[in-house]
T-cell receptor
Framework: KQEVTQIPAALSVPEGENLVLNCSFT??????LQWFRQDPGKGLTSLLL?????REQTSGRLNASLDKSSGRSTLYIAASQPGDSATYLC?????????FGKGTRLSVIA | NAGVTQTPKFQVLKTGQSMTLQCAQD?????MYWYRQDPGMGLRLIYY???????DKGEVPNGYNVSRLNKREFSLRLESAAPSQTSVYFC?????????????FGPGTRLTVL
């Protein structure tokens, strides 16, 4: 059974800092990995999708990498802003639809 | 283009009551999903429909039923609500099944069972 872990559970950084969020998974037989953002009381917004054959994907200040063999993905956020404050979730798709980690709650302090 | 829509946004039920959560998507996606989100547990898959006419159980299907009414709509029914079903319910859709493609989520239904 796929298990997904996100570390740290919470993170607080000053504005402008570059930061890395981590996602690890136990079963490397995956189709893809998807990073989401969730604001309080809202739904999930898709940020990046990395297919199993890819090593990384970029969108603006966000860069996600995937190392399938070691069961890890990282989400890199450059030059963080207060508007980046949210919970970030990773979901892994394999033999079953997305299995989620519990998320990292990010606070960017102005 | 509304994406994935869910109704209602909020609902309070008494134990034993029944209700149906509605979900619709306008992206012509083949696959649709129902998740629940609980504090400390993250998001868990309840049921999914890889294509019109098919449904499959997810991680936590007990106490729920689903209907894929047509390609656009996928409903979740609680026949006899229990306090353990207090949660936020999210519907999602993707072009094809098993998460091969990007999933898009609705805004959620916040359900309280007293």
């Amino acid at each position: 059974k796929q298990e997904v872990t996100q570390i740290p559970a919470a993170l607080s950084v000053p504005e402008g800092e570059n930061l890395v969020l981590n996602c690890s998974f136990t079963d490397s037989a995956i189709y893809n990995l998807q990073w989401f953002r969730q604001d309080p009381g809202k739904g999930l917004t898709s940020l990046l999708l990395i297919q199993s054959s890819q090593r990384e994907q970029t969108s603006g200040r966000l860069n996600a990498s995937l190392d399938k063999s070691s069961g890890r993905s990282t989400l890199y956020i450059a030059a963080s802003q207060p508007g980046d404050s949210a919970t970030y979730l990773c979901g892994v798709a394999g033999n079953t639809p997305l299995v989620f980690g519990k998320g990292t709650r990010l606070s960017v302090i102005a | 283009n509304a994406g994935v829509t869910q109704t209602p946004k909020f609902q309070v039920l008494k134990t034993g009551q029944s209700m149906t959560l509605q979900c619709a998507q306008d992206m012509n996606h083949n696959s649709m999903y129902w998740y629940r989100q609980d504090p400390g547990m993250g998001l868990r898959l309840i049921y999914y429909s890889a294509s019109e006419g098919t449904t499959d159980k997810g991680e936590v299907p007990n106490g729920y039923n689903v209907s894929r009414l047509n390609k656009r709509e996928f409903s979740l029914r609680l026949e006899s609500a229990a306090p353990s079903q207090t949660s936020v319910y999210f519907c999602a859709s993707s072009e094809n099944g098993r998460g091969i493609n990007e999933q898009f989520f609705g805004p959620g239904t916040r359900l309280t069972v007293l």
